[in-house]
């Protein structure tokens, strides 16, 4: 961390890179990195879709249109819609 006084307010604290230093890392960090940024990003992915496929059911689309714009197998429409009615 670094500290300027001349520049502007919301800057005066500033993190300071070292670019010319490397660090090492160990192949075991680096499968655990792999592994957990391909499980979060289909996890997200569908959460999302799901939230989209929650307000058009909301909003009285049917499942065969939801289904034709979505990667959501039927089945689980049915069991989102079917909570949506409880």
Same mark, same amino acid.
């Given at each position: 961390m670094?500290?300027?006084?001349t520049?502007?307010?919301?800057?005066?604290? %500033?993190?300071?890179?070292?670019?010319?230093?490397?660090? !090492?890392?160990?192949n075991?960090?680096?499968e !655990?990195?792999?592994?957990?940024?391909?499980?979060?990003?289909?996890? !997200?992915?569908?959460? !999302?879709?799901?939230?989209v496929?929650?307000?058009?059911?909301?909003?009285?689309?049917?499942?065969?249109?939801?289904?034709? %714009?979505?990667?959501?197998?039927e089945?689980?429409?049915?069991?989102?819609?079917?909570?949506?009615?409880?």
């Amino acid at each position: 961390m670094r500290y300027d006084s001349t520049l502007p307010n919301e800057m005066k604290w %500033y993190l300071e890179l070292n670019l010319q230093k490397e660090y !090492g890392v160990s192949n075991e960090r680096m499968e !655990g990195r792999d592994e957990g940024a391909k499980s979060a990003i289909p996890v !997200g992915e569908i959460r !999302g879709e799901i939230a989209v496929v929650t307000a058009m059911l909301n909003d009285g689309m049917d499942i065969d249109t939801v289904k034709r %714009y979505t990667r959501l197998s039927e089945t689980r429409l049915k069991n989102i819609l079917k909570n949506l009615n409880r």
